[in-house]
């Protein structure tokens, strides 16, 4: 059964997550590396055959990617702990200053309950943690039908919002 | 009360759902017990030494009737028959059963009412001055700002997993009622040139913004706040607010839970490298979506009830007569009613602090009463202040003689404000799993010291707060004096520390942390140690203007440390020799 949700849906995954230190052999096919292999292997990891996407842990700057950013497919934003929320604002930055377009996936502890402020904080792949009912899951993008902040799926504050509306009233 | 609109309402019953199936799925095995519990603190439940305790939000502590009759229906429905207002103007709940929770929050809703973020890792019930609307040394109204940072704070999809709980008080007026020198972040709001709004500014002022502070706290880590901007122009308050959270979620440590406060990250990187890291992200955002528009502002504003004020005398006859011959009278007026900006009119403090009460509570029949004296006197609406009594805060000066009459019988017209008996203090060791101590026993054991009330009178403004662990919700900290429940061996002993102020609750002392005088004392014993230090500030003072504080920033804290110390080695002494003598 597929764990991935990608654009709202469940959906077979291509993807493999590698582990490891920046000299890790990577492998043939669609691979997620870390940071370090990626700045590490840059050249290498264009040359093998498959697609290629890095993926930023918690502490890590996503302006270290700042200048990949355009050719890469994928980045992935792990949360080792569900409870650690260092990767929402690595989202935001990755979506809103750096104009992140490609898919941007939460890996690790990811839980049905964070899964809509992920959603607005610009993840659109969630990788859901292997005991997550994804089915049930997907009704989490629905426990709220409006937001008073602007986030990346909707940019302008409901304030503003309001006030449109008002005026055209 | 700001008036939900639809969306508001919205928001809230969606919550509500929300919290419902999350419920369903914990009771169900589905959630463990960490997952559920860090959904159930952002819904104000706690799992307590003896019973769940849920935290209802009163935003910024303003409370209609209609919502502090829905309090008492569930303090009597789901919990014991009362309920604990809290130093951050909530109210809590403590024997509530899990899975009645999500009713109770069905119920809060109906009144528009929740539980949302009154605790867990995000941003808090955003605190303010009880008097905020109608004080008369106000520079704009406070509530207004609350709401807007409330609705900002709300179900924030970057910030509600941050390193650790996060607190923000605004105050509107030029005296500090809010303690915003010991909060995360503390708005002052300041007009460019110094100078105060005129009737004739249009609203919102341009001339108006905040001083912003950082990284005050209390806890283990006590810390008064930095300035990190002296002024910024009221449009800019929530892009700026996201600079210093996005720098804080990403950089606040979240190692040690004891470090995690934005406190510790100010500290650690300084005030200036951490206020050059705000300035850079918010040079990002500034100017952004987020940047606050005249209309938004008139809108909050708009859906704010406003009272029906009469056009009043200054100075009411009967009123004056009566304080003039009824002394009782002239006592509850002179500490439990305070200035109002229309002429007439006076806001009224409700002791929630009467001797063998713990401090902060009331029964779901004062509510009620509470609630039918709100709407006979004070156009429906009510306040929670951080010191845990309630306020009415448009009484006409005519009808102070009613009210005053109506309270005494509900044992809420104990004139202690600002006195030594209106004790800040924490539900500690009888309720709390933190706890080292008890809070309660050793406030009422010095209410009944100091409940020669004319005793008290001489003594004057003293806070007296109290903790039962180093968590500080009893401000401990910022008492003039403070006791800290400690444990030694398994045993309840108390630290004394004194200087600590809340802020400029009146021009002259600052905002200020306690020091601890010495070894900490048994649960018998601090009531004398209490009285000692009474006693050493009676006879150091220059008159009765200079209150107990403004002594201890003037002599410094050793006077009192030795009077306190000297007394208990001699009688320790004394003791020794009638036992050697016996």
Same mark, same amino acid.
Request: proline share 5%; with cysteine; aromatic share 8%.
């Given at each position: 059964?597929?764990?991935?949700?990608?654009?709202?849906? *469940?959906?077979?995954?291509?993807?493999?997550?590698?582990?490891? %230190?920046?000299?890790?052999?990577?492998?043939?096919?669609?691979?997620?590396?870390?940071?370090?292999?990626?700045?590490?292997?840059?050249?290498?990891?264009?040359?093998?055959?498959?697609?290629?996407?890095?993926?930023?842990?918690?502490? =890590?700057?996503?302006?270290?990617?700042?200048?990949? *950013?355009?050719?890469?497919?994928?980045?992935?934003?792990?949360?080792?702990?569900?409870?650690?929320?260092?990767?929402?604002?690595?989202?935001?930055?990755?979506?809103?200053?750096?104009?992140?377009?490609? /898919?941007?996936?939460?890996?690790?502890?990811?839980?049905?309950?964070?899964?809509?402020?992920?959603?607005?904080?610009?993840?659109?792949?969630?990788?859901?943690?292997?005991?997550?009912?994804?089915?049930?899951?997907?009704?989490?993008?629905?426990?709220?039908? /409006?937001?008073?902040?602007?986030?990346?799926?909707?940019?302008?504050?409901?304030? @503003?919002?309001?006030?449109?509306?008002?005026?055209?009233? | 009360?700001? @008036?939900?609109?639809?969306?508001?309402?919205?928001?809230?019953?969606?919550?509500?759902?929300?919290?419902?199936?999350? !419920?369903?799925?914990?009771?169900?095995?589905?959630?463990?017990?960490?997952?559920?519990?860090?959904?159930?603190?952002?819904?104000?439940?706690?799992?307590?030494?003896?019973?769940?305790?849920?935290?209802?939000?009163?935003?910024?502590?303003?409370?209609? !009737?209609?919502?502090?009759?829905?309090?008492?229906?569930?303090?009597?429905?789901?919990?014991?028959?009362?309920?604990?207002?809290? &130093?951050?103007?909530?109210?809590?709940?403590?024997?509530?059963?899990?899975?009645?929770?999500?009713?109770?929050?069905?119920?809060?809703?109906?009144?528009?009412?929740?539980?949302?973020? &009154?605790?867990?890792?995000?941003?808090?019930?955003?605190?303010?001055?009880?008097?905020?609307?109608?004080?008369?040394?106000?520079?704009?109204?406070?509530?207004?700002?609350? =709401?807007?940072?409330?609705?900002?704070?709300?179900?924030?999809?970057?910030?509600?997993?941050?390193?650790?709980?996060?607190?923000?008080?605004?105050?509107?007026?030029?005296?500090?009622?809010?303690? &915003?020198?010991?909060?995360?972040?503390?708005?002052?709001?300041?007009?460019? %040139?110094?100078?105060?709004?005129?009737?004739?500014?249009?609203?919102?002022?341009?001339?108006?913004?905040?001083?912003?502070?950082?990284?005050?706290?209390? $806890? @283990?880590?006590?810390?008064?706040?930095?300035?990190?901007?002296?002024?910024?122009?009221?449009?800019?308050?929530?892009?700026?607010?996201?600079?210093?959270?996005?720098?804080?979620?990403?950089?606040?440590?979240?190692?040690?839970?004891?470090?995690?406060?934005?406190?510790?990250?100010?500290?650690?990187?300084?005030?200036?490298?951490?206020?050059?890291?705000?300035? /850079?992200?918010?040079?990002?955002?500034?100017?952004?979506?987020? &940047?606050?528009?005249?209309?938004?502002? /008139?809108?909050?504003?708009?859906?704010?009830?406003?009272?029906?004020?009469?056009?009043?005398?200054?100075?009411?006859?009967?009123? =004056?007569?009566?304080?003039?011959?009824?002394?009782?009278?002239?006592?509850?007026?002179?500490?439990?009613?305070?200035?109002?900006?229309?002429?007439?009119?006076?806001?009224?403090?409700?002791?929630?602090?009467?001797?063998?009460?713990?401090?902060?509570?009331?029964?779901?029949?004062?509510?009620?009463?509470?609630?039918?004296?709100?709407?006979?006197?004070?156009?429906?609406?009510?306040?929670?202040?951080?010191?845990?009594? *309630?306020?009415?805060?448009?009484?006409?000066?005519?009808?102070?003689?009613?009210?005053?009459?109506?309270?005494?019988?509900?044992?809420?017209?104990?004139?202690?404000? $600002?006195?030594?008996?209106?004790?800040?203090?924490?539900?500690?060791?009888?309720?709390?799993?933190?706890?080292?101590?008890?809070?309660?026993?050793?406030? =009422?054991?010095?209410?009944?010291?100091?409940?020669?009330?004319?005793?008290?009178?001489?003594?004057?403004?003293?806070?007296?707060?109290?903790?039962?662990?180093?968590?500080?919700?009893?401000?401990?900290?910022?008492?003039?004096?403070?006791?800290?429940?400690?444990?030694?061996?398994?045993?309840?002993?108390?630290?004394?520390?004194? $200087?600590?102020?809340?802020?400029? !609750?009146?021009?002259?002392?600052?905002?200020?942390?306690?020091?601890?005088?010495?070894?900490?004392?048994?649960?018998?014993?601090?009531?004398?140690?209490?009285?000692?230090?009474?006693?050493?500030?009676?006879?150091?003072?220059?008159?009765?203007?200079?209150?107990?504080?403004?002594?201890?920033?003037?002599?410094?804290?050793?006077?009192?440390?030795?009077?306190?110390?000297?007394?208990? %080695?001699?009688?320790?002494?004394?003791?020794?020799?009638?036992?050697?003598?016996?």
């Amino acid at each position: 059964m597929p764990k991935l949700i990608r654009n709202r849906e *469940l959906t077979a995954d291509s993807w493999l997550l590698l582990e490891g %230190d920046p000299a890790t052999a990577v492998p043939a096919g669609d691979v997620i590396v870390p940071l370090a292999v990626w700045l590490g292997q840059r050249a290498a990891l264009a040359a093998r055959d498959g697609r290629t996407g890095v993926c930023l842990a918690p502490h =890590e700057d996503p302006a270290a990617l700042a200048g990949d *950013l355009d050719r890469l497919p994928l980045v992935a934003v792990s949360f080792p702990k569900f409870t650690d929320g260092r990767g929402f604002s690595t989202a935001r930055l990755l979506r809103e200053r750096y104009r992140f377009k490609g /898919e941007l996936r939460a890996v690790g502890d990811v839980l049905r309950d964070q899964l809509l402020f992920l959603a607005r904080c610009g993840f659109d792949a969630f990788a859901l943690r292997d005991d997550q009912d994804a089915e049930a899951a997907l009704a989490a993008f629905a426990d709220f039908t /409006e937001a008073y902040q602007g986030g990346v799926d909707q940019p302008v504050p409901l304030f @503003r919002r309001r006030l449109a509306a008002g005026s055209s009233r | 009360m700001y @008036r939900y609109d639809d969306i508001d309402q919205r928001l809230v019953d969606e919550r509500v759902q929300q919290f419902r199936d999350q !419920t369903r799925r914990f009771l169900a095995g589905q959630l463990s017990d960490e997952e559920f519990k860090s959904l159930r603190l952002r819904n104000g439940l706690y799992l307590q030494r003896h019973a769940p305790m849920l935290r209802i939000a009163i935003p910024y502590g303003l409370l209609s !009737t209609a919502q502090l009759r829905k309090l008492a229906h569930l303090a009597r429905t789901y919990d014991r028959g009362y309920g604990h207002f809290s &130093t951050r103007q909530n109210l809590q709940l403590n024997w509530p059963k899990v899975e009645d929770v999500p009713d109770m929050l069905a119920e809060l809703a109906t009144v528009q009412m929740h539980a949302i973020q &009154t605790s867990g890792n995000a941003v808090r019930n955003i605190t303010t001055d009880h008097f905020a609307g109608v004080a008369a040394d106000e520079i704009v109204d406070a509530l207004v700002w609350c =709401e807007i940072v409330r609705q900002w704070s709300t179900f924030n999809p970057e910030f509600s997993y941050l390193p650790r709980k996060f607190k923000i008080a605004i105050n509107g007026a030029a005296a500090d009622r809010a303690a &915003t020198w010991v909060h995360d972040i503390g708005l002052h709001a300041v007009r460019a %040139d110094g100078g105060p709004v005129e009737p004739g500014d249009p609203f919102p002022s341009p001339a108006v913004g905040f001083r912003v502070l950082v990284g005050g706290g209390l $806890g @283990r880590t006590p810390i008064i706040g930095h300035v990190i901007r002296e002024f910024l122009p009221w449009r800019h308050l929530l892009t700026y607010l996201d600079a210093i959270l996005r720098v804080y979620n990403r950089y606040g440590r979240r190692d040690n839970i004891h470090k995690a406060r934005i406190k510790i990250l100010v500290k650690e990187r300084g005030p200036e490298a951490f206020d050059r890291e705000v300035e /850079e992200e918010w040079s990002h955002l500034r100017d952004g979506p987020a &940047t606050l528009v005249p209309e938004e502002i /008139e809108r909050v504003a708009s859906r704010f009830t406003r009272p029906a004020y009469e056009r009043l005398p200054a100075v009411d006859p009967g009123f =004056e007569r009566l304080r003039s011959s009824d002394k009782a009278f002239a006592a509850w007026v002179k500490r439990n009613v305070h200035p109002h900006k229309v002429p007439g009119y006076a806001a009224v403090t409700l002791s929630l602090k009467k001797t063998g009460v713990p401090p902060g509570d009331a029964t779901a029949d004062q509510m009620d009463a509470i609630a039918d004296l709100a709407d006979r006197y004070t156009f429906g609406e009510l306040r929670v202040s951080h010191e845990q009594n *309630l306020i009415f805060a448009e009484v006409a000066q005519r009808d102070l003689d009613r009210l005053w009459r109506e309270l005494r019988p509900l044992g809420l017209a104990t004139p202690n404000i $600002g006195l030594i008996t209106n004790i800040i203090a924490c539900p500690g060791g009888d309720f709390c799993s933190l706890a080292n101590a008890r809070s309660i026993p050793v406030a =009422e054991a010095i209410q009944r010291r100091f409940d020669d009330l004319d005793h008290v009178f001489d003594v004057g403004e003293l806070d007296l707060n109290i903790s039962g662990c180093m968590n500080a919700c009893g401000h401990h900290h910022v008492g003039h004096i403070g006791i800290l429940g400690v444990d030694k061996a398994g045993e309840e002993f108390y630290q004394i520390e004194i $200087g600590g102020n809340q802020g400029e !609750t009146r021009p002259g002392a600052k905002a200020a942390l306690g020091k601890v005088l010495g070894p900490s004392f048994s649960q018998g014993e601090v009531p004398d140690a209490i009285e000692r230090l009474v006693r050493c500030y009676l006879g150091l003072r220059d008159s009765e203007e200079e209150r107990f504080i403004d002594v201890v920033q003037r002599v410094g804290v050793e006077p009192f440390k030795a009077h306190l110390y000297a007394k208990a %080695d001699q009688e320790s002494r004394a003791h020794s020799r009638q036992l050697a003598a016996a």
